[in-house]
T-cell receptor, first 113, second 114 residues
Framework: KQEVTQIPAALSVPEGENLVLNCSFT??????LQWFRQDPGKGLTSLLL?????REQTSGRLNASLDKSSGRSTLYIAASQPGDSATYLC????????????FGRGTSLIVHP | DGGITQSPKYLFRKEGQNVTLSCEQN?????MYWYRQDPGQGLRLIYY???????QKGDIAEGYSVSREKKESFPLTVTSAQKNPTAFYLC?????????????FGNGTRLTVT
């Protein structure tokens, strides 16, 4: 069974720092990997989707990379802002079977002014 | 605007009562999912449906039931058999199998059972 781990569980940084969030998975036969943001009491908002054939995706200050062979993805946030404070989750879909996403527990990020 | 609507946002029930959470999408997505989120435990899959009139149990289906009579609707009933129903419930949808679109989420329903 696919297991998804996110490290660190929590992170507090000053505004302006560049930071990296990590997502690791145990089964490399993935179909795609998706990064989400969740604000307190809200649903998940999709940030980036990386297909298994891709190495990275970029959107504004966000860059997500995928290394299937090592079972890892990173989310890079450039020039962090207080508005980036949220929980970030990754979800992995395995190839074949039912294509059900497996989620990590998330990284809780606080960016302080 | 297309999206997923979950209602109500907050729900309070007495122990022993069944309660139904609504999830409606106008994205024309084939697949729909129900997740439960508890502090520190991430998202756990309750049920999913990849096509109308068909659904499958997820990892924690005991004490829950669903129906998928229409493509746009996937209601979740929390029955009195669910031992610890207080949680944040999230509904999601995606297009096609395998999914050809990102997973979309509603804003959730917070259920409190006393």
């Amino acid at each position: 069974k696919q297991e998804v781990t996110q490290i660190p569980a929590a992170l507090s940084v000053p505004e302006g720092e560049n930071l990296v969030l990590n997502c690791s998975f145990t089964d490399s036969a993935i179909y795609n990997l998706q990064w989400f943001r969740q604000d307190p009491g809200k649903g998940l908002t999709s940030l980036l989707l990386i297909q298994s054939s891709q190495r990275e995706q970029t959107s504004g200050r966000l860059n997500a990379s995928l290394d299937k062979s090592s079972g890892r993805s990173t989310l890079y946030i450039a020039a962090s802002q207080p508005g980036d404070s949220a929980t970030y989750l990754c979800a992995v879909l395995l190839s074949g079977g039912s294509y059900i996403p497996t989620f990590g527990r998330g990284t809780s990020l606080i960016v302080h002014p | 605007d297309g999206g997923i609507t979950q209602s109500p946002k907050y729900l309070f029930r007495k122990e022993g009562q069944n309660v139904t959470l609504s999830c409606e999408q106008n994205l024309n997505h084939d697949a729909m999912y129900w997740y439960r989120q508890d502090p520190g435990q991430g998202l756990r899959l309750i049920y999913y449906s990849q096509i109308v009139n068909d659904f499958q149990k997820g990892d924690i289906a005991e004490g829950y039931s669903v129906s998928r009579e229409k493509k746009e609707s996937f209601p979740l009933t929390v029955t009195s058999a669910q031992k610890n129903p207080t949680a944040f419930y999230l509904c999601a949808s995606s297009m096609g199998q395998p999914p050809s679109s990102p997973l979309h989420f509603g804003n959730g329903t917070r259920l409190t059972v006393t």
